[in-house]
């Protein structure tokens, strides 16, 4: 299984980034998938989820209402659209897949973890 993510930067406290996760080596219809982040000095922690039909989505409650978790199965892409972006919201972005039936929103429901990207946000 690879899962790679891109589409991190340097970006304004309020401005915008989508994230874009490419998957390979699975059945990507079949797992539910994730986003999970680590600021500088902090554990990983859950950030948004994604059912494997796309119907069903999850947010930490820092980023309910700013965040987008969204998916294209015909793709193998999972995205992040993250708007009003704070300082912090700054961290390491991992996308994640969900072990079969288990939708990822703590790291044991991972099966397996993307490189991450770097966000960046300046206030």
């Known amino acids: 299984v690879q899962l790679q993510a891109f589409g991190g930067g340097l970006v304004q406290a309020g401005g915008s980034l989508r994230l874009s996760c490419a998957a390979s080596?699975?059945?990507?219809?079949?797992?539910?998938m994730g986003w999970f982040r680590q600021a500088p000095g902090k554990e990983r922690e859950f950030v948004a989820a994604?059912?494997?039909?796309?119907?069903?989505?999850y947010y930490a409650d820092s980023v309910k209402g700013r965040f987008t978790i969204s998916r294209d199965n015909a793709k193998n892409t999972v995205y992040l659209q993250m708007n009003s972006l704070k300082s912090e919201d700054t961290a390491i972005y991992y996308c994640?897949?969900?072990?079969?039936?288990?939708?990822?929103?703590?790291?044991?429901?991972?099966?397996?973890w993307g490189q991450g990207t770097l966000v960046t946000v300046s206030s």
């Open positions: 994640a897949a969900g072990r079969r039936f288990t939708v990822p929103r703590d790291a044991p429901d991972v099966a397996a």
């Open positions: 994604i059912s494997w039909s796309g119907n069903s989505t």
């Open positions: 080596g699975l059945t990507f219809s079949s797992y539910a």
